[in-house]
């Protein structure tokens, strides 16, 4: 398990709001970070921190109630080595 969450540490990221905290990851391949919609729920901003980003600001780009799913900016550098999510949709 430590070999799981060693490889896949850097695409965990840390969500907050003035209400709410909750986690998301990063793809790359769309330049996205993706968390739940309840955790971002009626805010344009919200606060985010991992091992790629420092903490900063970044825009909600996306918002479904229904499927419970957010899509935030990523920020354009970051601070460590990225590892792929590993899926493939081909």
Known sequence: MKDVIDFYRNI???????YSKGTG?????HEIIV????VIRDNKEVVIAGN???????KVL?????YD??????????T???T??????S
């Open 80 to 82: 460590a080595a990225f």
């Open 25 to 29: 990851f990063y793809l790359k391949e």
């Open 52 to 58: 790629i980003f420092g903490r900063q600001l970044s």
């Open 12 to 18: 965990v990221v840390q969500i907050a709001t003035p």
């Open 69 to 78: 799913l957010a899509f935030l900016e990523a920020p354009k550098t970051t």
């Open 35 to 38: 968390t739940n919609e309840h």
């Open 62 to 66: 996306f918002l479904d109630e229904k």
């Open 84 to 89: 792929s999510l590993g899926l493939n949709f």
